[in-house]
C-alpha cells in the first residue's frame, strides 16, 4: 500500500512540472504599452524594471515571443523594440510618402 501510494505522488508531481502558466490578457497588454512607451531598444532586464507590476521571467518571456510571432516586435542581441503600425498610420504613411 505505501509504495503505490508513493508511485500516486511521483506521477502526480510530474504532471504538476509539466504543467505551463499562462499569462492573463492583463499581463500581455501591460507589456505592449511599455514597449510602446519606450520608444528605443530596451533589454529584457530593463523591460522587467519598467513594467508596473512584476512578472516571471518565463512568462515574459513567453509573451515577447507571443508578440514577436505576431509581428508587433523585433528581438535582436540589442534587446527589444516595438514594430508595429497600425493600419489607419500605415494609410497615412503611403499617402504622404513619395511615389517612385
Same mark, same amino acid.
Given at each position: 500500500?505505501?509504495?503505490? $501510494?508513493?508511485?500516486?505522488?511521483?506521477?502526480m508531481? %510530474?504532471? $504538476?512540472?509539466?504543467? +505551463?502558466?499562462?499569462?492573463?490578457?492583463? =499581463?500581455?497588454? #501591460?507589456?505592449? *504599452?511599455?514597449? $510602446?512607451?519606450?520608444?528605443?531598444?530596451?533589454?529584457?532586464?530593463?523591460?522587467? *524594471?519598467?513594467?508596473?507590476?512584476k512578472?516571471?521571467?518565463? =512568462?515574459? #518571456? *513567453?509573451i @515577447?515571443?507571443?508578440? $514577436? %510571432?505576431?509581428?508587433?516586435?523585433l528581438?535582436?542581441? *540589442?534587446?527589444?523594440?516595438? =514594430?508595429? =503600425?497600425?493600419?489607419? +498610420?500605415?494609410?497615412?504613411?503611403?499617402?504622404?510618402?513619395l511615389? @517612385?
Amino acid at each position: 500500500m505505501f509504495i503505490y $501510494q508513493l508511485d500516486i505522488s511521483i506521477i502526480m508531481k %510530474a504532471a $504538476q512540472t509539466q504543467i +505551463m502558466h499562462s499569462p492573463t490578457l492583463d =499581463t500581455v497588454l #501591460m507589456v505592449e *504599452r511599455t514597449l $510602446q512607451d519606450a520608444k528605443e531598444v530596451i533589454k529584457v532586464a530593463e523591460l522587467k *524594471r519598467r513594467l508596473p507590476r512584476k512578472v516571471m521571467h518565463q =512568462t515574459l #518571456m *513567453r509573451i @515577447l515571443n507571443y508578440l $514577436q %510571432a505576431s509581428g508587433k516586435i523585433l528581438i535582436t542581441t *540589442r534587446g527589444v523594440v516595438w =514594430t508595429y =503600425t497600425p493600419p489607419e +498610420m500605415m494609410e497615412k504613411l503611403k499617402k504622404g510618402g513619395l511615389e @517612385l
